[in-house]
């Protein structure tokens, strides 16, 4: 990690000295004001990249993330707004070199996903995702609609530290329960004849409050039982090492009363289509560039976010 921090500095201090240097080539004729700009943009970029990066000091922000998006009440509008947002994350996650994986879906009723589980493999995927978190509402007209009237929908969006082997979670395995079922499309080829999807529920008693909920996971990854009792295992390590990460923060919060809080469950952002806008209603960014977003560029928001609340 170290490394890393030196190279950075290596490389900013390099382009810093460089641009320097253009301004005087720029006189001499040696080089374009378009090629001087070109440096100047390039430096700013690498600048605010690291400057980006400083911001995930948290043990969990390396972590790679699970992402869960569920559609909210509404029906298909809601359902086909879900997917909608799985596609953005899963472009950006491609854009941004990290391995994706559909650890389980379920369909909507006509159109679009009532739920989904996507784990994001890579160094900080869960330090830049983390910003995801909340409520997720759409603003258009309907394509479903047959009036062609403007509707409004939600899809939660919840985001957890996809764990590792270096962290050690303690599962009581007396407290762990196995259902299976099978798994697969809609019919045909793509039905599954054996019972290879499996649902796990964990007796879950918090150690602060002394209160008890089942917490559910839902695995279909695979064809292969084993493997999918695996991967729900996994999962269900980072949900349990995200209850302890939301207690640590909420204890922080009590310390730093003063501090401007987060709330994970709000309305945390806006996209409102006719209006060509976008906007996060807890750092006040926004931008006009709906296709963009929608097509994976959150870095703005992402951006926006970490360096307003991290520590």
């Given at each position: 990690m170290l490394h890393f921090w030196i190279d950075s500095f290596d490389e900013i201090d390099k382009a810093v000295e460089e641009l320097t240097l253009g301004f005087d080539f720029v006189k001499e004729d040696l080089i374009t004001e378009a090629e001087l700009d070109a440096m100047y943009a390039d430096t700013i970029g690498k600048i605010e990249k690291l400057e980006l990066r400083n911001m995930l000091r948290h043990e969990e922000d390396k972590l790679g993330a699970v992402i869960k998006i569920n559609s909210g009440a509404g029906g298909t509008e809601s359902q086909d707004w879900a997917e909608m947002l799985m596609r953005m994350y899963l472009r950006w996650c491609e854009k941004h070199g990290y391995k994706t994986s559909i650890a389980h879906l379920v369909n909507g009723d006509e159109a679009g996903i009532k739920s989904v589980t996507i784990d994001v493999e890579g160094d900080f995927g869960y330090g830049y995702l983390k910003s995801e978190n909340g409520v997720h509402r759409l603003v258009r007209?309907?394509?479903?609609?047959?009036?062609?009237?403007?509707?409004?929908?939600?899809?939660?969006?919840?985001?957890?530290?996809?764990?590792?082997?270096?962290?050690?979670?303690?599962?009581?395995?007396?407290?762990?329960?196995?259902?299976?079922?099978?798994?697969?499309?809609?019919?045909?080829?793509?039905?599954?004849?054996?019972?290879?999807?499996?649902?796990?529920?964990?007796?879950?008693?918090?150690?602060?409050?002394?209160?008890?909920?089942?917490?559910?996971?839902?695995?279909?990854?695979t064809r292969d039982q084993p493997k999918n009792k695996e991967n729900a295992m996994r999962l269900l390590k980072s949900i349990l090492y995200d209850k302890e990460l939301k207690h640590r923060q909420a204890e922080q919060m009590k310390i730093e009363a003063g501090k401007k809080k987060i709330e994970w469950g709000s309305q945390i952002r806006s996209y409102v289509f006719d209006d060509r806008r976008v906007k996060d209603h807890r750092t006040g960014f926004q931008t006009s560039d709906v296709n963009s977003v929608m097509d994976g560029g959150i870095d703005g928001f992402i951006k926006a976010y970490l360096m307003e609340f991290a520590e």
């Open positions: 007209v309907s394509p479903y609609n047959a009036q062609g009237k403007r509707m409004t929908s939600f899809a939660s969006v919840y985001v957890t530290p996809l764990v590792d082997d270096s962290i050690e979670i303690n599962i009581a395995p007396a407290l762990v329960s196995w259902d299976t079922f099978r798994s697969g499309g809609a019919g045909g080829q793509n039905v599954n004849k054996v019972e290879s999807g499996v649902r796990l529920r964990y007796a879950y008693k918090d150690p602060y409050t002394g209160e008890e909920e089942e917490i559910l996971v839902e695995n279909t990854e």
